[in-house]
């Protein structure tokens, strides 16, 4: 029983997590949407699991999907986090330059 309130609780944070950065972090930069729906998907897949214990979706193919989302997330986030930070690194050159 106790294992199963912990992966409600792993549920209920990964959506929560999802919900703030949708709906607060956005306005800073749009890559948190996608970071966003990200999360939900993970607290999605995690209250499937809590839900449908019969039904392993951390093993086998189901556990390999998620590996391959959770992959793709992670190289289009750090893609979009290197370029972003090139770019305020450039700025931040750029108004060191200008200063005499």
Do not use: H
């Amino acid at each position: 029983m106790e294992q199963y309130a912990q992966q409600y609780m792993y549920a209920g944070l990964w959506i929560v997590i999802g919900l703030i950065l949708i709906f607060s972090m956005a306005r800073e930069n749009k890559i948190f949407v996608f970071a966003g729906a990200f999360f939900l998907v993970l607290g999605g897949w995690w209250l499937a699991n809590a839900l449908l214990p019969e039904v392993d979706l951390f093993a086998g193919g189901w556990g390999i999907a998620l590996k391959c989302v959770t992959g793709a997330a992670l190289i289009i986030l750090t893609a979009a986090f290197v370029r972003e930070y090139r770019k305020k690194t450039a700025e931040s050159r750029g108004d060191k330059e200008d200063k005499p």
